[in-house]
Nanobody, 125 residues
Framework: QVQLVESGGGSVQAGGSLRLSCAAS????????MGWFRQAPGKEREGVAT???????IYEDSVKGRFTVSQDNAKYTVNLQMNSLKPEDTAMYYC???????????????????WGQGTQVTVSA
């Protein structure tokens, strides 16, 4: 099955940018949807963005216009370009995969069966 590893997190000042990457291994072609989620201490995970195998994307309202999710041509890696970062974006960011089905939205993280280990993003004022 698919395994996911995130990278690219770090600490930046407000207004800065980071680019997160999610590398997939054991790719079987069954991954039709990839998503980025984030979780701050004491809060539940929330969806940030998804992208399906056709390239269709969904964004959480607060990141629309600032974040861009994309994938390479081989579909081995998905990326999250984060611009104009705000302190409210501080969280652990997770990459996740939904197998055998298309993206349906950001609301139901439980439908994503494969998760990476997470990468920390910290934005200071």
């Amino acid at each position: 099955q698919v395994q996911l590893v995130e990278s690219g997190g770090g600490s930046v000042q407000a207004g800065g940018s980071l680019r997160l990457s999610c590398a997939a291994s054991g790719y079987t072609g069954s991954v039709y949807c990839m998503g980025w989620f984030r979780q701050a201490p004491g809060k539940e995970r929330e969806g940030v963005a998804t992208i399906d195998s056709i390239g269709r994307t969904i964004y959480e309202d607060s990141v629309k216009g600032r974040f861009t999710v994309s994938q390479d041509n081989a579909k081995y890696t998905v990326n999250l370009q984060m611009n104009s970062l705000k302190p409210e974006d501080t969280a652990m960011y997770y990459c996740a995969a939904r197998l055998g089905d298309w993206c349906r939205g950001l609301q139901y993280s439980s439908l994503f069966g494969v998760w990476g280990q997470g990468t920390q993003v910290t934005v200071s004022a």
